[in-house]
């Protein structure tokens, strides 16, 4: 995958390495890969999601190595050119400037959410709704909850995932997470 | 979306030849939850139990898929309604039969009509559970207590057809996006008690 680093252009490239500083960085809960994934393929570059995934995880990886070794912004460079050979010219120069800017400011940061195993919870969006008729039904009226979950996997790879509810699941759904929030209280 | 067709009602008094209300019954929930595509493998199922013609089963069970399934579409619900559909000439009792038996199901079948209808994947189990984490390879010692969910999510039955895909999603709240998930959901509460108001 990282020869398609490549394929994307830089102003992409630079898009993408200022995220995952900003989320190493928690000014930003995630990383919008599938967001951008989109632009760049409109711009008519042919790089899928997967290419795209296994590219922040690397570029992750690096940027969260340097950070720990407190590497300069020279010994990036030269660490760079001696491993990934392939990195191209105009890339390299977005991780040089990129870490210029930010990269010493990257918080070594004492923080319980380091250790980040499964995915965070990001935001929740909600609709209500009534199906009013169906190719089996003429007349349904039957009322249900959509749900629009945002999730930061471990990578801070930002993805959405949507379901519907009955009323009755609704109900025992946030049963559920009053119980979790009293539980909390107390623990 | 099927709708009722002249030979339809010709067709369903091959039922005459059932051997009993039980096979008729049987027939017509069979009937019902088949779909469309299924029809053909179940006509040949069927054809043996009632003595007729590879064709004439097919026929049957077309016809009784269409009555069913326009019953449950029109949301008919009374004997009246569902009598009236009949032509005047059909036999007497085994239209009697039909009402009854398409009476006692309705309301089972527009709950799974209700189901099997398309919709975006729906969530079938909820697991959770609250960990408090102790130390960590940055920090020696906290006490911060975190929420561990997990939702099973199934994809469109329709889309899966009879081996429907379940996917999990696993994830960690804090207390701060706790309250966030709980201030959502009480406000759709809220909405729920409002149209159910109306």
Redesign the interface.
Known sequence: ATEKIRLIPQDFFAELCEQIIQHMNRKIPGINTVDLCQRIQTSGVDINIGDLAKIANTLSFLFSTAARNNLSTEELVTTLGSGVSMLPKHAVQVIRHVWNEQGKAIAVSEDARDMATVGQFVDMKWKLGVAMSSDSCRSLKYPYVTVTLTVADPSGQITDKSFEMTVPQFKNFFRQFKEMASVLETV | ?AALRDGDFAALQILLKAPSKDAVRQLCQECFSSPPAALGPLAQRAGPGLAVSAEEAEQLVSALHNLT?HV????LSRAEDILCLFPENFHQNLKNLLTKIILDNISAW?NE??A????????VD?D?R?D??TS?D??VR?A??????Q?K?QEDAALCGNNPVVSA???????E??????E??????D??SA?ANK
Do not use: N
């Open positions: 979306m399934r449950v579409y029109r949301g527009r009509a209700q099997s209808q398309i919709s975006l994947p729906r969530l909820m959770w609250v408090i984490k960590s940055s920090i906290m911060v207590p975190t929420c561990l969910l939702l999510i999603l696993t994830m960690e709240l804090s207390k996006t706790l309250d966030t998930m709980l959502g959901l009480g406000r759709i509460r909405q729920l149209v």
